[in-house]
């Protein structure tokens, strides 16, 4: 277990996170290679069809291939570099689902079911901050997920008639990545720190039918300068809740005073209305912080990094 650093982590509540690779306790699956590699079934050569604007790749892709028949309780799993690869199967009926293999917060619930297998990341607990504390009440608040390339095709036939079966899949990135510009912050060297939430995002991706799923959630993610008055993130995401309406981002600071600020923006129509929605740009303007003498007035110094579950001010702001 790893602690990760968090906005909420220096308000009370600490956050621990596994490094495993995936949630499946109990899974059943079968190791093509391992169990049935023998000669004497059907060969399947399995191509992947990238998209040309796909400039990059995960490092492998992780092929389930379930059985359509009632009685099927398990999975034939073989993995691939980008470029494909063989493998032998039974012949039988197949649906199948592929995602990158190299992530880290991804949990994977009910593997065993092809049309309950859902990816999601890691709830954070903040049952020890008041609601009123936290950006978006009562939402739950998740870590990002890692960049993921998914695809899922239905009914494979893999039958004795032939040598060998051609499949072709075409994996697409399912994560979003929503960019968050705050320009024309005035004395930002007062702030010590920042972070951005964004409300009313899906927690989960249903493979079956490639679509978002679960309650609407919050995410976020510290931000970083990039000029004397303007700072960024980027924040990994499944896409928007499709049951909510609105989208509202949070931007907490942390003033060298020891003052405590979070300003309030609706981003829905930045969101809804981008012209790639794989890729969102988000750019607010921000606000005039006051001017802060190093050593002067209130906890001062690194003071302000230490913050408790209190003494927020929220302010709403209109684009």
Known sequence: MTRIRHIFSTMGSIIMIPLSVCVISGCRHKDIIDDIGQTGLPLVNVEYDWAPTELFRPDGLANLFYSTHPSSQSYWRSDFRPSGGTMRLPADQYNVVVFNNDTENIVFSDIDNFDKFTLSTHEIDTSGIPDDQLPFPPQKLYH???KMWATMRKDIVIDNTSESRNISLSPRRITREYHVEMTGIEHLESALRYYAAISDLAPGYKMANLTQTGNACTLGDFMQPVS????????????????????????????????????????????????????????????????????????????????????????????
């Open 228 to 319: 004397d008055s303007s700072i960024s993130t980027t924040i990994t995401n499944f896409g928007v809740n499709k049951e909510s309406q609105h989208q509202h981002l949070a931007v907490y600071m942390w003033l060298a005073d020891g003052a405590r600020k979070v300003y309030l923006y609706d981003i829905t129509e930045q969101i809804r209305e981008a012209p790639d929605s794989m890729n969102v740009v988000i750019s607010i303007k921000g606000p005039s912080l006051p001017e802060i003498i190093p050593g002067e007035g209130g906890s001062g110094g690194e003071g302000g990094l230490d913050v408790g579950v209190d003494n927020w001010d929220f302010i709403d702001i209109e684009l």
């Open 144 to 146: 990002e997920p890692d």
